[in-house]
């Protein structure tokens, strides 16, 4: 099984930027393609970025252009890159495979976006 810890969240102003980490346990990270999910207040989870273990990725709409993932299969760390950061954004992110809830939740990290 699989641990994910993230890390990397807080307290933004709009317009601002944060860099989010996940590292994750286990053996042959590589294989797997991660997604970056988020999660607001009364809404859903929602997987906004993907990246294969070659670096090919996908965005949602929403954060395409303002977010960018990125991975270290040595570190079996992924990374999420968030530039032009909006009220909106404000969620806990959690990474997980890309396909959801393969393996359990970590904790998650919270990041607020307000002025």
């Known amino acids: 099984q699989v641990q994910l810890v993230e890390s990397g969240g807080g307290l933004v102003q709009p317009g601002g930027s944060l860099r989010l980490s996940c590292l994750a346990s286990?053996?042959?990270?590589?294989?797997?393609?991660m997604g970056w999910y988020r999660q607001a207040p009364g809404k859903e989870r929602e997987l906004v970025a993907t990246i294969t273990g070659g670096g090919s990725t996908n965005y949602a709409d929403s954060v395409k252009g303002r977010f960018t993932i990125d991975r270290d299969n040595a570190k079996n760390t992924v990374w999420l890159q968030m530039n032009s950061l909006r009220p909106e954004d404000t969620a806990v992110y959690y990474c997980?495979?890309?396909?959801?809830?393969?393996?359990?939740w970590g904790q998650g990290t919270q990041v607020i976006v307000s002025s």
């Open positions: 286990g053996s042959f990270f590589g294989i797997y393609v």
């Open positions: 997980n495979d890309a396909v959801p809830g393969k393996w359990a």
